[in-house]
Structures are given as C-alpha cells and as structure tokens.
C-alpha cells in the first residue's frame, strides 16, 4: 500500500486565489512527521512546512498552512494568495518514528500552475 | 551559510564508468543522506548516515557506496554506471536523525545520465 499518495497529478489556480493540495498517509506508528516540499522547475527541493503528529494546531509558514486531519490521515497544503512563483511540483513526504534512520517517504506529487 | 552543496551539477556518464558525487553542508547536522528521483516519482533514499563514522543502506542501494568523509561532507560513488542509474541525485542533511520531528534540507541536486 501506498504510504504516502497525492491524488492530484496536476492543479490550476489563478494568480491571488488560494489553492488546496492534497496529502493522504499512511502509517501505525504514533509518532511521525509530514513535510511538504517544492520543487521548482529548476530542480532543487525546497523545505516549505512541517507537521508532527503530536502538534494540536495545524502548522503555519506565511502564506503556507497544512489542514491536518489526524482521523482521516490527511495533511493537505492550503497556499494562500498564490503567486506565479508558486508554479511547482510540491511533494508531500512522511517520516515515520519507527525508521530510525529517518527515511522521508514521498508522494508522487502534484505540479501547481497559477496563471496570471 | 550556503546550506547543502552538491557538485558536479550535471554528469554524461559512459556505461561502466566510475563517478563520484560530493555533498557538503554547513549547518552543523549530524545526519546526511542520499536520495534518487526518477521521472515522475517522488525521491527513495540510497543511503544514509546518522553520524559521523556511519554509514547505512537505504531502500535502493544496489550499485552505489558512500563514505562519510567528516562531519560536513558525504559523497556518493558509482563504480560502474549503467543506464538504470540514470536520474537525479539530491543530498539532504539534518540535525538529528532519531526524531521524527526533524526536517531535512536538501541540496540543489545532481543530474546523471548514463549512456
């Protein structure tokens, strides 16, 4: 099974409205972390925000929010006020307490276009 | 601080070449990490290491080796490149391995094409 899936291969927004990207996991362990990732077009992987499965409220970074939905294993990325620099692959990824050597693993992504 | 550094940035390999991969970084972590991403998917870890002095297989470690030079530098080192290894090699550091909390910061990211 799928540890980590990202239903939309592909989303559309326009430019200043805001856009949710999906994020289900999957997981027994009680402790675990979820990250979301950008990835520009040119290449690198940029850390955007985090969520631990402790953490009561959901985790916010200026225009970035995650919807956490612990009882349906959900972590969806909320960007507010989207920019055409938003255009991007965006991973979400999991790190579960039980890999000891802190393996993130990773969804198949969702590539984020915002038009002017 | 220039975070995580990787050269060479592009590499054309010949079938049964040998390369080697650097990854420096500068924030102090203890744990660094090697990490593939083929078209289309997300990244699978290669190898890793939690500290300085070790190293560990990752899920996809066939044909690869790593050392850990020192606190700050991991290299990854093909011994005999073949066109299955062509992807993109991104290494990542972070602060301490054994906590689910902690984030890992990548590097900028390393594209390998064999022939």
């Known amino acids: 099974a799928q540890k980590i899936t990202q239903t939309q291969p592909g989303m559309f927004v326009q430019e200043k409205e805001a856009v949710t990207l999906d994020c289900t996991y999957d997981t027994s362990d009680p402790s675990y972390g979820l990250f979301w990732y950008k990835q520009p077009s040119s290449g690198e992987m940029i850390f955007l925000i985090y969520q631990g499965s402790y953490d009561q409220q959901n985790a916010t970074e200026g225009r970035y929010s995650l919807n956490f939905q612990k009882a349906r294993k959900s972590a969806n990325l909320v960007i507010s006020a989207s920019q055409l620099g938003d255009s991007a692959m965006y991973f979400c990824a999991m790190r579960e307490e039980s890999t000891s050597y802190g393996k993130l693993t990773f969804g198949q992504g969702t590539i984020l276009t915002v038009h002017p | 601080n220039a975070g995580v550094t990787q050269t060479p940035k592009f590499q054309v390999l010949k079938t049964g070449q040998s390369m080697t991969l650097q990854c420096a970084q500068d924030?102090?972590?203890?744990?660094m990490y090697w990490y593939r991403q083929d078209p289309g998917m997300g990244l699978r870890l290669i190898y890793y290491?939690?500290?300085?002095?070790?190293?560990d297989k990752g899920e996809v470690p066939n044909g690869y080796n790593v050392s850990r030079l020192n606190k700050r530098e991991f290299s990854l080192r093909l011994e005999s490149a073949a066109p299955s290894q062509t992807s993109v090699y991104f290494c990542a550091s972070s602060f301490r391995t054994e906590i689910s909390t902690d984030t890992q910061y990548f590097g900028p990211g390393t594209r390998l094409t064999v022939l």
């Open positions: 290491s939690a500290s300085e002095g070790t190293t």
């Open positions: 924030m102090n972590h203890n744990s």
